[in-house]
């Protein structure tokens, strides 16, 4: 009897413990991370945290369409870099919390996705165009699909993000509100939303979406908690956004990119002023 219980335990503990094998995506690379296109399912791989069922999602507009607003303070190459400094410190403030078990980037643009790719991220791979709202919408219901019951949407343009912040907008959210609202320094935007399961509610994201979201979760008779978080105030939108992050993000990637940039359109008499 011992000896049948040893043959049906020890397989299944070594089957528990065996790590998944990456796999290689269209181009035949193999890559340490997850990679979904074309609605596939997530596969596993040897980066995942244990707690798979709690990710967090960054949509990443084209970087060909990126940060029109700041024309006036940057060409089309900066913009593009500016996203992509970004994208880099929320991914490196993201992977710290250690309640994320993934972190996953939504976007039409394959730069965008390599970049996510090599820093460490999922990807999901929007072949056609949705809008924000459309890719948030799909990321949501592909990763429900996969396994992941609650979902924080950071929208890319948030560097500021900190480990910290994360960790206590989690502890807040679960098991109490299935929806955490995160405000925009101004009060009308969403910064961050975190939602349980994925597809609760619909994003609403753009525009005067702190109270679209509100509403959709009083429609829907949901409790939800708003939380303002230091970190998540600052999305870089307008020049005055960008000449805040050279203020306050010193300490970032994108941070120092917006403090060379201000620093090359400064005069020298001005400078030395």
Not at 164 to 191: C, F, H, M
């Amino acid at each position: 009897m011992i000896r049948m219980l040893l043959s049906v335990l020890v397989p299944a503990r070594r089957r528990r413990l065996q790590r998944y094998i990456p796999q290689p995506n269209r181009a035949g690379k193999v890559l340490g991370i997850t990679t979904l296109l074309d609605c596939r399912p997530a596969i596993p791989s040897p980066t995942m945290k244990p707690r798979a069922t709690t990710a967090a999602l960054v949509p990443v507009r084209a970087l060909n369409e990126a940060k029109r607003r700041l024309s006036s303070e940057l060409g089309a190459p900066e913009r593009e870099q500016l996203t992509l400094e970004m994208l880099r410190d929320m991914l490196g403030a993201l992977a710290a919390a250690p309640s994320l078990g993934r972190i996953v980037v939504v976007s039409t643009d394959r730069t965008v996705l390599a970049e996510a790719e090599r820093l460490g991220a999922e990807t999901l791979h929007e072949l056609e165009p949705k809008g924000l709202n459309g890719a948030v919408a799909w990321a949501a219901h592909e990763l429900e699909r996969s396994g992941v019951r609650t979902l924080l949407t950071i929208p890319g343009d948030v560097p500021l993000i900190a480990p910290a912040d994360i960790e206590r907008l989690l502890a807040i959210a679960l098991p109490r509100y299935p929806v955490v609202l995160v405000p925009s320094a101004s009060g009308t935007g969403t910064n961050a939303l975190l939602t349980s399961p994925p597809t609760i509610i619909d994003p609403a994201f753009e525009g005067l979406s702190l109270a679209a979201h509100r509403e959709a979760c009083r429609r829907n008779g949901l409790a939800f908690r708003t939380l303002r978080l230091g970190g998540f105030a600052l999305d870089v939108d307008t020049p005055d956004d960008f000449m805040e992050l050279a203020r306050r993000g010193g300490g970032c990637f994108s941070g120092r990119f917006a403090t060379r940039a201000l620093q090359r359109r400064t005069p020298p008499d001005q400078a030395s002023g």
